[in-house]
């Protein structure tokens, strides 16, 4: 089953959500950055906030980054979706280990680390892209980002992601929602929507076995009436591109191509994101400084 992003409103408007089923990527971004359990539940976590946050942005073209510091072994986690909701990531550190909690799960927070800071980068295709900070809280990420919306756009909501990972290290089940209050919501309605998340219990055990969006957008919710404004698939997805890593190696100038050249006789270039590589030869490095010194030529002749 394809990964699926649903978005919901309540009948009254008082109410609006969003929910993702991410396993499809999560195991995804798994395979490529081969992560250990903690990481991989930390990356799959970050992935399904930005995700959903990422769907919110309707102009084509816009993108979400979602970047967490925080200071524990996992290091930088980043994750980054278009305004579709598809996404791809990183995490630093893939190796890191840690002993379950007490409990038995998997401790995220303390991977994650919280001597640091949750920073949401709206890219609208204006001039400046919008930033928010805020320090982090747990590092558990779900209480983070609902902490970053009430401080940063005052938008009172419960989050919940999670990622379980099988005894294969497989990625069983992973996905997460947001619900967010309205403008005049009440006290009647902040309860309902806190007693349906506390007796629907956690996202894996919402989804696991059922990787439904709207089903657990609909038991987090058993007291309203829903209706269901979108359904999308969504996946991990990288646009990196051979004429891309060309732009990126070219920007460097001709001085840093000409080094390149001379030292390694080659460019040999990896995406973070997806681990592709795209190798340029000497002769295409030869032909890209060609042309960047007759550009710059040119213009020395136009300013004479």
């Keep these: 089953?394809?990964?699926?992003?649903?978005?919901?409103?309540?009948?009254?408007?008082?109410?609006?959500?969003?929910?993702?089923?991410?396993?499809?990527?999560?195991?995804r971004a798994r395979e490529i950055h081969r992560t250990l359990p903690v990481a991989t539940a930390a990356l799959g976590r970050t992935l399904a906030a930005a995700s959903i946050l990422g769907n919110a942005l309707k102009d084509d073209g816009s993108s979400l980054t979602l970047q967490i510091r925080g200071g524990g072994p996992l290091g930088t986690l980043l994750a980054v979706s278009d305004n579709a909701g598809n996404v791809r990531g990183t995490v630093d550190h893939p190796e890191a280990e840690l002993p379950l909690r007490p409990d038995g799960k998997l401790n995220v927070g303390a991977a994650v680390g919280t001597d640091g800071t949750l920073t949401v980068i709206r890219d609208l295709n204006m001039k400046e892209p919008y930033v928010g900070t805020v320090a982090l809280l747990s590092g558990e990420i779900a209480d983070d980002?609902?902490?970053?919306?009430?401080?940063?756009?005052?938008?009172?909501?419960?989050?919940?992601?999670?990622?379980?990972?099988?005894?294969?290290?497989?990625?069983?089940?992973?996905?997460?929602?947001?619900?967010?209050?309205?403008?005049?919501?009440?006290?009647?309605?902040?309860?309902?929507?806190?007693?349906?998340?506390?007796?629907?219990?956690?996202?894996?055990?919402?989804?696991?076995?059922?990787?439904?969006?709207?089903?657990?957008?609909?038991?987090?919710?058993?007291?309203?009436?829903?209706?269901?404004?979108?359904?999308?698939?969504?996946?991990y997805r990288c646009p990196c591109s051979r004429e891309r890593m060309e732009r990126a190696l070219i920007s460097l100038g001709p001085d840093e191509l000409q080094s390149m050249l001379d030292q390694q006789g080659q460019a040999?270039?990896?995406?973070?994101?997806?681990?592709?590589?795209?190798?340029?030869?000497?002769?295409?490095?030869?032909?890209?400084?060609?042309?960047?010194?007759?550009?710059?030529?040119k213009k020395t002749e136009r300013k004479g």
């Design 145 to 235: 980002l609902a902490s970053y919306l009430v401080e940063s756009e005052q938008i009172p909501s419960a989050c919940g992601l999670g990622v379980l990972v099988d005894r294969d290290q497989s990625v069983r089940a992973a996905g997460g929602y947001l619900i967010e209050l309205m403008p005049g919501a009440g006290e009647d309605v902040i309860g309902k929507v806190e007693g349906g998340v506390l007796a629907a219990g956690s996202v894996t055990h919402l989804l696991d076995g059922n990787d439904d969006p709207e089903r657990m957008l609909r038991a987090l919710l058993s007291d309203f009436d829903l209706k269901i404004l979108e359904e999308t698939p969504v996946a």
């Design 268 to 297: 040999e270039l990896g995406c973070r994101f997806c681990g592709r590589k795209q190798i340029f030869t000497g002769a295409e490095l030869k032909a890209m400084l060609g042309k960047m010194n007759a550009e710059i030529e």
């Design 1 to 27: 089953m394809e990964d699926r992003l649903v978005r919901a409103i309540t009948a009254d408007g008082m109410v609006k959500a969003a929910a993702v089923s991410t396993r499809v990527l999560t195991e």
